[in-house]
């Protein structure tokens, strides 16, 4: 498994700026994701952060809003740019890993989140 | 990405098995089902993956029928703690693939 430890773990921002989360992981990893929960929601997959290329985003995220640096294996950084109130949620970042079903198929291991607050 | 649907939320007892089922009619030849539990504050964190019949591990157990269109997850014994958000996905799960995650089941587990 995996330790994914973020930080900040919270932090109350007011509109206009932007804010970076920290992701690292205690070993080497392919490929980092980046999630939002939004209160009272499910989790939505904002990009998937590969090593030495640009990150890839799904559809309804951009890069000038989300930011996406991956400098290692072990790191990556979210960006929150020009936020406004719709952008308080938590963030998640997540790795892939063994301990599925079968040695094809893995599992993910997930940080402990970012509270966001925008005012 | 086959399309999962879970009861909303669901209420038991400590002591009390719970049996949560999820519906992918769509699910795929290749496609694994996994379970992922989420507590207040805190990611989600794999709980059981299963092809088909029946999967157990020191948390859960996991049915999956011939025709694969359903799962339960079988949590035994509740207690408290197991109060939680649980998310039933399907996919191919291969490493580098992303998870889609529905909107899940509250489960309260009272005393």
């Known amino acids: 498994s995996a330790v994914i430890s973020q930080k900040p773990s919270r932090d109350i921002c007011q509109r206009g700026t932007s804010l970076t989360i920290q992701c690292q992981v205690d070993?080497?990893?392919?490929?980092m994701f980046w999630y939002r929960q939004q209160p009272g929601q499910s989790l939505t997959l904002i990009a998937t952060?590969?090593?030495?290329?640009?990150?890839?985003?799904e559809s309804g995220f951009v890069i000038d809003k989300f930011p996406i640096s991956r400098p290692n294996l072990t790191f990556s950084t979210l960006t929150v740019s020009n936020m406004s109130p719709e952008d308080s949620s938590i963030y998640l970042c997540?790795?892939?890993?063994?301990?599925?079903?079968?040695?094809?198929?893995?599992?993910?291991?997930f940080g402990p989140g970012t509270r966001l607050t925008v005012l | 990405l086959a399309k999962t649907t879970q009861p909303i939320s669901m209420d038991s007892y400590e002591g009390q098995e719970v049996n949560i089922t999820c519906s992918h009619n769509?699910?795929?030849?290749?496609?694994?089902i996994t379970w992922y539990q989420q507590f207040p504050s805190q990611g989600p964190r794999f709980i059981i993956q299963?092809?088909?019949t029946k999967v157990t591990n020191e948390v859960a157990s996991l049915f999956i029928p011939a025709d694969r269109k359903s799962s339960t997850l079988s949590l035994p014994r509740v207690s408290l703690s197991d109060t939680a958000v649980y998310y039933c996905?399907?996919?191919?799960?291969?490493?580098?693939?992303?998870?889609?995650f529905g909107a899940g089941t509250i489960l309260r587990v009272k005393s």
């Open positions: 997540s790795v892939g890993g063994p301990g599925g079903a079968s040695p094809h198929t893995d599992t993910q291991y």
């Open positions: 070993s080497q990893v392919t490929m």
């Open positions: 952060a590969n090593q030495g290329s640009e990150a890839t985003y």
């Open positions: 769509n699910i795929a030849t290749n496609d694994y």
């Open positions: 299963g092809y088909k």
């Open positions: 996905l399907v996919g191919h799960m291969e490493y580098g693939n992303k998870l889609v």
